[in-house]
């Protein structure tokens, strides 16, 4: 493909690149499939234990997933009208830059690559190979064939049975997204599909089917103060992050000023549906007590309970479909954020360009990819994901601030869409985030900080890039 030197030397003309843009062939359901793939992953798996065990009330743990999706819904609208304003690659950096300048862009889209989408990918990829391990035993084995040291006795890349798988897993949805936004819209529509039939199908046997209690949805096993329930949504936005995909591919959706609104309300509604349903599930069959104590995938537990010694293969199947969907969608949507940066020559200048047959940003797609291999050698993914978690709370929360800047600076400026509820809707999201974020760093501050270090490292990197331009 030709990607050559280019794509590590920031001093090579953006002039053609930043000339060409990607074709418009996304529709509403398309971008919905890219909201649910990337929002339902390993998060709704994992993390209810984490929120049960700041949240052990039955009824306040739901109203935490609630006001998490009503926060995500209220955000996503949010973006709908910047994303028709601005129908444009890239998300949160073209409505921050825009809004705030070139440093608050560049390092929304720093930290999209270095832990957003690569570290999240690597994570996602990591955990594949434990669920195909049902069907393959030797595919979850994390003893390694052999080890390159990159710092010895501290930085190593180890090629096991369940990095390769991961590998593999990672590079095969990255060449169906170099070859076209044909194929891409196909497998993301598909393992989507595939999901949410999965989720739902689940959903009702488990309620009309399985033994349960339903008492169980109002049980408290212990008081919940203020500062902790503020702590669990911390955690609830994590698991509902990826609701603003579609923004990142505003510039292939067809009649942005429609289709974008359409996509954001679907996929993000879908969410919200599921995401209730599958907590009231898990707490109809675990109190919630119970569901705090509780360890590796939440969904396993609760299926053996529910359809007994079958549940394994079942949900092994579930698992890797999940997991697929969500490395494809974030496949889908990361690249185009340093598309866009590179268009404004704040990135490799390779990674602008447009592949002259299939008109997609491979360069783009695979630096990411080349990064993300690098976490799941090093195991750092896990590490990144935990430190950043706070920071889809500090840019979204920016990016949705940027709506009330634009709607001033540009006040003529043509709105094919405009959110429900402006100015309060929009601005209780900015609120929330920002309470959120002040709670975190009050009571948890070590990986909020040092998440707040990794973003502003960043920053040597913007004058790299400046100077370089």
């Given at each position: 493909m030709g990607f050559g030197f280019c794509l590590y030397n920031p001093r090579v003309t953006t002039t053609t690149a930043s000339q060409q843009t990607l074709e418009r062939r996304l529709g509403p359901f398309d971008g919905a499939a890219i909201i649910v793939s990337n929002v339902i992953g390993a998060g709704i798996l994992f993390t209810p234990p984490v929120i049960a065990m700041g949240v052990p009330n039955g009824l306040l743990y739901l109203s935490v997933w609630l006001a998490g999706g009503l926060l995500a819904f209220a955000g996503a609208m949010a973006y709908a009208e910047l994303a028709a304003l601005r129908p444009r690659a890239g998300g949160e950096y073209v409505y921050l830059r825009d809004a705030f300048g070139p440093v608050a862009a560049f390092l929304t889209g720093w930290t999209s690559f270095v832990a957003g989408f690569s570290g999240a990918i690597a994570a996602v990829a990591l955990v594949a190979p434990f669920y195909l391990a049902r069907f393959a035993p030797a595919a979850g084995n994390t003893t390694p064939f052999f080890s390159i040291p990159i710092i010895p006795g501290t930085l190593q890349l180890s090629f096991s049975p369940q990095t390769i798988i991961a590998l593999a897993l990672i590079w095969a949805l990255a060449f169906v997204h170099i070859r076209g936004v044909g194929p891409g819209r196909v497998v993301s529509n598909l393992l989507a599909t595939l999901k949410v039939s999965a989720f739902v199908l689940f959903i009702a046997w488990g309620f009309t089917l399985g033994s349960g209690d339903s008492a169980r949805l109002t049980e408290a096993a212990a008081p919940v103060?203020?500062?902790?329930?503020?702590?669990?949504?911390?955690?609830?936005?994590?698991?509902?992050?990826?609701?603003?995909?579609?923004?990142?591919?505003?510039?292939?959706?067809?009649?942005?000023?429609?289709?974008?609104?359409?996509?954001?309300?679907?996929?993000?509604?879908?969410?919200?549906?599921?995401?209730?349903?599958?907590?009231?599930?898990?707490?109809?069959?675990?109190?919630?007590?119970?569901?705090?104590?509780?360890?590796?995938?939440?969904?396993?537990?609760?299926?053996?309970?529910?359809?007994?010694?079958?549940?394994?293969?079942?949900?092994?199947?579930?698992?890797?479909?999940?997991?697929?969907?969500?490395?494809?969608?974030?496949?889908?949507a990361g690249p185009r954020v340093y598309f866009a940066m590179a268009r404004d020559g704040m990135f490799f200048a390779r990674a602008a360009a447009v592949h002259p047959r299939y008109r997609t940003p491979a360069a783009s797609i695979l630096a990411q990819t080349v990064w993300a291999s690098l976490l799941v050698l090093s195991a750092q993914a896990d590490a990144l994901i935990n430190y950043t978690g706070f920071a889809i709370w500090l840019f979204s929360g920016l990016a949705v601030a940027a709506l009330f800047v634009l709607r001033r600076r540009e006040p003529n400026a043509e709105r094919p869409y405009r959110t429900l509820g402006y100015p309060v809707v929009p601005g209780l999201y900015a609120l929330v985030a920002a309470i959120v974020l002040v709670n975190g760093l009050i009571r948890d501050p070590g990986p909020t900080g040092a998440g707040a270090l990794i973003i502003l490292a960043g920053i040597p990197l913007y004058f790299f890039f400046r100077r370089a331009r």
């Open positions: 103060p203020a500062a902790g329930w503020f702590l669990a949504l911390l955690a609830v936005g994590f698991t509902y992050s990826g609701w603003n995909a579609a923004a990142y591919v505003a510039e292939e959706i067809r009649d942005p000023g429609r289709n974008a609104p359409r996509a954001f309300a679907l996929g993000t509604g879908a969410v919200i549906a599921i995401y209730l349903l599958m907590n009231a599930l898990y707490l109809y069959v675990v109190p919630v007590g119970e569901l705090a104590a509780l360890e590796g995938s939440v969904l396993d537990i609760v299926a053996d309970r529910l359809i007994g010694p079958t549940a394994g293969n079942i949900m092994g199947i579930v698992g890797i479909i999940s997991l697929a969907a969500s490395v494809n969608a974030m496949t889908f």
